[in-house]
RNA sequence: GGUGAGGUAGCUCAGCUGGUUAGAGCGCAGGACUCAUAAUCCUGAGGUCGUGAGUUCAAGUCUCACUCUCACUACCA
């Protein structure tokens, strides 16, 4: 056993989730808590909601009400379609929470004492009509390489050239389309990656466990050379710019941190308040002097996160030289497409979470996404495919086989474990197939490889029907009872197993299925020692224990659903 | 523009350091069974591995060029 702990990308606050978002990061870390914790391992998983930056102010400001309002409303929005979606988060935090603010003062306090934080002055747009100073994408004007007329300040989408927001002709806010824009000095805090470039590389070049996606992204910034990045904003709405005594450094007024700055502090701040809440301590899961050491510590994000959490979290942790943990293993993402393209919400295109939870259950989506992540390259959501997932893999492999099972042993054996027969031929096969799949799976979680863990566990369940074929218990029956018992024992035996490994993928029917078959629940962990204790599966329940048959477990998705959901959410072409 | 990732069956994807007839699931066709959510089980058809060249006894796998998709490109997060 050992402790593992768990963070998976911030969702950002500007409002619910889509599928993506979901399939990138905080799913696959849900699973895999799960899972680790079936394992019998010490499970911390930590994620918040990330509340600063521009987009928050604006959305608030477009939803006329204070920001912190604003912020406190869509985090309990964003808590709750989690927890519908089953999220297991030992905390769901929020980066605005007082702990964080404490946590990264307190970073930025020590970096500079190292010589890694400076002051400098840069240029940057502000608008009077807005009273705020604008980030490059939200200046647009004509580009000056093409004339496209809504070119951004970041760059043109019309001809894909790399901006600057002075070089745009004829300015405007994107906020307020005002031309009352202007250029100002302003001073901001850098923080001085350059400086630790090697350390950064000695440690990138000693990972393992990280997927290319994600040591080639952060060896290509490196190859590059680090600049230093600016860690303040001239914002409201965010952490105060503070000296030691608390009190706000001069010229820092209406300035706070950078939102990529404190985001990833609060993976550490939001222990140290689930800490409080728990009434235990945080130290030993992030201070390698009080036992971090032994932690083992996986992020899970989208590709679009990766140099942040390989490059620029690193600096701050490595750069205070404090003792804290870093990161072991991540596990980077692209993106679930929307047949092939973008999710986009002005277009109609896709789905957020809270509505997927209005069309389907949880189950349902947790299993399809999980097992068509987007784990080597973007991956593309259909309606079909999701009907294909549900209707084929849960209706009709894992649900059919409880259902088939189950009925058949209420309807001839009193809906009780029998007794009577011997284990032969099918049996042996039978245990074979565990005996290779059920390793393999448990080696497929481990390395967090989610497409093939859930292929294994489909064909797990599938194995469960081809015993059945081959066991066949109704035509036993007609002649020899005891060797119908055979059959009829094994597959009650399967559907315990099934319900057991489901638990990390869809926790809802695995519950329904372990109830049913009156499983407690400290029997439900996976205690798969070695090859004598997977053969003793098939024949674990005790004889004469009353199962029942659960409800349908699946209901299938019709094609005249698949027809109101994309008129609704929209769909191919 | 630069960098990275990807382009493999109708669809969604596996294929590690190059090695005999390129795999899975879905879909499709045929058969078996009847306990079950018209479910399940078996068999089969289906691919010039983005394009072109090169290295090699041997290339989906290595090299080069080209092409398409996606991401990042440091003040969106």
């Known amino acids: 056993m050992s402790k593992i702990l768990i963070t998976s990308a911030l969702p950002y606050i500007n409002g619910v989730k889509h599928l993506g978002n979901l399939a990138g990061s905080m799913l696959p870390a849900d699973v895999y808590a799960r899972a680790m914790r079936l394992m019998g391992h010490e499970v911390l998983y930590i994620c918040a909601t990330d509340e600063h930056g521009t987009p928050a102010e604006l ?17 309990e929005a964003q808590k709750a379609a989690g927890e519908q979606f089953k999220l297991s988060y030992d905390y769901f935090g929020r980066s605005s929470a007082p702990s964080n603010h404490a946590l990264t003062q307190h970073f930025a306090h020590v970096l500079e004492e190292k010589g890694l934080i400076e ?26 390489n093409c004339e496209f007329e809504k070119a951004r300040g970041d760059q043109c989408d019309n001809c894909g050239k790399l901006l600057d927001p002075i070089d745009l002709i004829d300015p ?61 904003r ?21 300035k706070v941190f950078y939102v990529w700055f404190d985001a990833p502090i609060e993976y550490i701040a939001a222990t140290q308040d689930w800490a409080a809440e728990n009434k235990t ?34 600096t701050t942790i490595i750069g205070s030289g404090e003792p804290w943990k870093l990161v072991d293993q991540l596990k980077a993402f692209n993106w679930v497409t929307w047949y092939g393209g973008k999710f986009s919400t002005s277009e109609k295109r896709g789905v957020f979470m809270d509505q997927a939870l209005d069309i389907a259950p949880s189950d349902y989506w947790r299993w399809h996404l999980i097992a068509n992540a987007p784990e080597s390259s973007d991956a593309a959501f ?29 309807g001839k054996f009193d809906g009780k474990v029998p007794a009577g027969g011997e284990n032969g031929e099918a049996e042996d096969w039978l245990v074979k197939e565990l005996e290779t799949r059920i390793p393999q799976l448990i080696s497929y979680y481990e390395a967090r490889e989610f497409r093939k863990a859930m292929a294994e566990t489909r064909a797990i369940w599938a194995a469960g029907n081809e015993y059945l074929t081959q066991a066949a218990p109704w035509t036993h029956y007609k002649t020899d009872v005891d060797q119908a018992a055979v059959g009829v024992r094994a597959g009650l035996n399967l559907v315990v197993l099934f319900g057991i490994l489901a638990q990390p993928i869809i926790p809802d029917a695995a519950e329904k299925i372990l109830a049913a ?16 204790s997977i053969a003793q599966l098939i024949d674990a329940l005790p004889v004469g224990l009353e199962i029942g048959a659960p409800d349908v477990l699946f209901t299938k998705i019709e094609d005249s659903d698949i027809e109101a959901w994309t008129e609704r959410f929209g769909g191919g072409q």
């Open 59 to 75: 959305a608030a400001q477009a939803a006329e009400v204070e920001v912190a309002a604003y912020c406190e409303q869509m985090h």
């Open 119 to 144: 002051e400098r002055v840069s240029q940057q747009v502000y608008s009077n009509a807005d009273g705020r100073f604008l980030p490059d994408r939200y200046v647009e004007g004509t580009c000056p």
């Open 172 to 232: 405007y806010s994107a906020v307020s389309g005002s031309k009352d824009v202007e250029v100002r000095d302003t001073n901001h805090l850098y923080l001085k990656q350059s400086v630790l470039s090697d350390d950064l590389r000695k440690w990138v070049n000693a990972s393992e466990g990280w997927p290319p996606l994600a040591s080639s992204i952060a060896l290509k910034w490196l190859d590059e050379g680090l600049r230093d990045r600016s860690i303040t």
């Open 234 to 254: 001239d914002l409201s709405w965010g952490i105060p710019v503070t000296n030691k005594d608390g009190s706000i450094r001069k010229g820092f007024e209406g």
């Open 281 to 314: 301590e945080w130290e030993s899961w992030w201070r390698t002097d009080k036992g971090a050491d032994d932690v083992q510590y996986v992020q899970f994000m989208g590709k679009d996160n990766v140099a942040f959490h390989t490059l620029s979290f690193p």
């Open 382 to 410: 259909t309606w079909e495919e999701f009907q294909a997932s549900v209707n084929s893999d849960l209706a009709n492999v894992l649900g059919n086989f409880v259902n088939r099972i189950t009925k058949y042993a209420a």
């Open 517 to 532: 078959m009156n499983i407690p629940e400290g029997n439900r962990t996976w205690n798969f020692g070695g090859a004598e």
